[in-house]
Structures are given as C-alpha cells and as structure tokens.
C-alpha cells in the first residue's frame, strides 16, 4: 500500500512545483478501471436478484405512463419489433394470400377473408423472446393450424412444415406433431385486436409453447416436407425445437 | 467566462498537444464507437429497428465494431506519446482533488488546477476503460452461447442493457463539453492549441517539456506500465 499524498489537506493549489505534476501521484486511473469492471461482475452475480424488482417497477411505470418512455428502458415492458429485412411490404384483405402446398393432396390459397371465416381459436398465454423480454397473458386469435393441414390433405410421407413470409426472407419451421398441437395456429388477431403490420400482420404464425421467432410474422405460405428444414435464425444458430425454458441455453418459466 | 480564442495577439502561438499518432487514435476510436452506438440504437429503439429492419447485418456489424474498440489503443501502446499521455490520465495528485471538489460543488470561483488533462477527463477516461471492457465482456457472454452455462446470459444481457444506457449519457456528455468547447476540439484536429487556452485550462501542463515516459525517467521504471488497461 502506498501512502496517499492527498490524506494530508491540500487547500492551496500547488505552486508550479518544478517537479512536472502531471504523471505523478496516486495511480487512481487504473483503479477507476478496475472498479468498474468490479462493479460489471458484481452486476453479473447480483442481476438475478436485481431483475426481478426492475421488471416490476419498470413493468407497473409503463401501464401509468403517458410518454411511452419506459418503453425504451432495458426490461420497460412490451413487445420489441425485429425484422431482418430492410422493408416489409403492406398487404391487406385486396392483395394478402396463404398458399398450403408441398406433400399435399389439395394445394389450398386462402384470402384473408377466407381466413376470417373460418372457426377459429382463442389462446391466452405468455410471449417469451429468446433474447429475455416476455409480454404476460397475450391474446392470440386465429385459425388452428392443424385445421389447415387436414383441408389440404397431408401426404403420408409428409414430417415437417416449412413456412416462408411476404418479408422475402424469413423461414421458420416446425415437426408435424409440434404443428398439430391446439396451440399453434395461424393468428390473425392478437391483444383483441387485428394484427398490426409491425407485429407481423395481416396473417402471422403462433407457436405457443415456443420461443417467439417460430412465429414467423408476415406468413406467406405454408409447405409440407418430409424432412425438417431448419428457418433463419436456425441456420444462424438458434435451436429447431424452440420450447420455452428447455432449448437456446435458457431456462425461462414455460409459456404453457 | 471568455471565450477560448479572444486573445486574438497570442493566436499565432500554437502548442503542441497531441501527435499524429494520438490524433488517430482518437479518431479510430470514435468513429468505432459511433458505428457501436449506432447499430445498437437500430437494434434497441422500436422505432428505428422498424425503420432500418436488416437484424442480422445489424447484428454483426455492432458485435466487430465493439470488438475491435480495442485494437486502436493497443496499437497506439507502440507510440510513446501515446504511453505518457496514458500515465498523465492515470495519476492523480493534490490538484485533482481541488479540481474534482470545485467541480462537484459547481463551485466557479475556486481555481481549479488541471496538468495536460483535468481530473474530469482522467475520470472520464477510467471509468470508459473499465466500462468497455464490461460491455465487450458481457457482450460475449451473450454472443457466444456455449461460453458460459445458461443463466449467467441473461444476466449478461441484463448489465449489458443497462450499462449501455450510462455509456450512451456519458458519451453524450463527453461530446457536449467538445461542442463548447472549440480549442479543445482543435486540438485533437490538428494536434496544436492555443497559448493561452492551454494557461488557462491546463495551468499545470508542461508543454514545453516531454512527458514523463518520453523522458524515460530511471525513478520510475519500477511503475513501468504506463497508465492503466
């Protein structure tokens, strides 16, 4: 330990000693960054702790908050829009079609309005982003997938689904009996409400059970493969069978 | 206070502050960081991740300019005005501390006493250090996914989220006080300032002489690094 020159008061500035003043005294710059990166790897350990009580009150701020600036705070709440492409085309009811086709029987190309007439379900779950936010208790409507497939008639040799987007680029994928789950469909409302086109409108995918880029926005077209093709994130990385706290390396609390 | 260039007679005696090399890296630095910052802000704020889409190029152009934030510095450690100017950064004596107290009193009638940098910039400088270095740490944690086993992700994200938050004020301070501040800005443009903004904010300095690590003074070899990280 070296003695600290400035334990002694120093009330008048120094006198232009003729000793240079610059570059002498206590090394104060290199604890400046050693404690910061302390300060970093205590975040680390103490974030688990501390998250929980930001998210609450970030969380409870947001829904009082006229300005939407907690929106922009890390863990403010709310959805996050992502899209890989740099534009998104706009369709609506006059130009947006869903093509079914590959290892069918009957390739199908609804309307909207053709969706729209169709029974359809109604599932309340969380959203879980496999980059941590998570939206509690959202509202997706739309048509069961599995509805879809059997109007189509699903060749035996059929095992997976490949889903491409009007985006022009986004694939995502899924197994046959994942797809036939009564929480999977093709959503056409969310919170109550049609589907914005920024949160994938008209038509989106929605994957209940599974992180939140199985459900690809803008969904364009639904096709039957023997095998499963894995989607964009997928070849960059992220796992195929995507279930909420049990894949990426995450273990987030189940959706359902 | 006067403005930095009213005594126009002295206009003409330039000081060296900084070399070419220094100046480059300050530039290199910046430009980085600003690439850094700004694919963050396109990856983070609705609004402009809605207008500028294109994720994954996002993606990887703000993963290799922060990581190669640190290549202009540690090519810079070959430049010894670069390593005294690091050791002027890291050292704090008695002035720093009349500096940093009338400063954190919002005192303006104490003089407060700087060298070739005050103890605002060697703040500055410290905490940026340790702070990049948490972010390009954390920043790896979540980049690289089998690194560390699960949890630790998410706190990495977590401290990277917020930290990231503070570096984007502070660095808005930092560019602040360059705005008000012309000569300073000259300074690292041409790498000369005027005599007389160097007497006023830099009364310490001794700009005639080489810095301490130039001199390669034997007292101090023990301390032989210079500056810190």
Known sequence: ?256 | MPRPSEPARRRTERIHRFSGAERWIHRSTAALTGLCAGTAACLYLPALAELVGRRHLLVTVHVWSGLLLVVPFLLGLASSAFRADLRRLGRFGPHDRVWLRAALRRDRVTRRPAGKFNAGQKVYAGWLAGAVLVMAGTGMLMWWTGLVPLVRRTAATFVHDWLALTMGVVLAAHIGKALADPEARRGLRTGSVDRGWAEREHPLWRHGRPGPAERGEPADADRAPAGSA
């Open chain 1, 1 to 256: 330990m070296s003695p600290t020159p400035a334990a002694e008061p120093a009330p008048q500035p120094p006198p232009d000693p003729d000793p240079d003043p610059d570059g002498q005294g206590t090394p104060i710059g290199r604890r400046l960054v050693l404690g910061t990166v302390g300060l970093g790897a205590a975040g680390l350990v103490t974030a688990p702790y501390l998250q929980g009580g930001f998210e609450a009150f970030l969380g409870a701020a947001s829904t009082k908050d006229p300005t939407g600036l907690t929106g922009l705070l890390p863990n403010g709440g709310g959805f996050r829009y992502y899209s890989v492409t740099a534009s998104v085309p706009e369709r609506g009811p006059e130009n947006y079609r869903l093509t079914v086709d590959g290892l069918v029987d009957r390739p199908m190309t609804y309307t909207l309005d053709a969706l729209r007439a169709l029974p359809q379900t109604r599932v309340v779950r969380d959203v879980q982003c496999v980059t941590g936010w998570r939206v509690p208790g959202t509202p997706f409507e739309g048509v069961p997938l599995t509805r879809l497939l059997d109007a189509a008639g699903v060749r035996p040799e059929a095992r997976a689904i490949r889903f491409s987007c009007f985006d022009g680029a986004y694939t995502e994928s899924l197994t046959l009996p994942q797809a036939r789950r009564d929480d999977v469909m093709v959503a056409l409302r969310m919170q109550d409400k049609p589907l914005s086109h920024s949160h994938g409108g008209p038509v989106r995918l929605y994957v209940a059970p599974m992180y939140f880029y199985k459900s690809a926005k803008w969904l364009s077209g639904i096709t039957l493969t023997r095998d499963v093709e894995p989607g964009y994130w997928e070849d960059l990385g992220y796992d195929v069978d995507a279930w909420v706290g049990r894949s990426n390396g995450r273990d987030d609390a189940p959706t359902v």
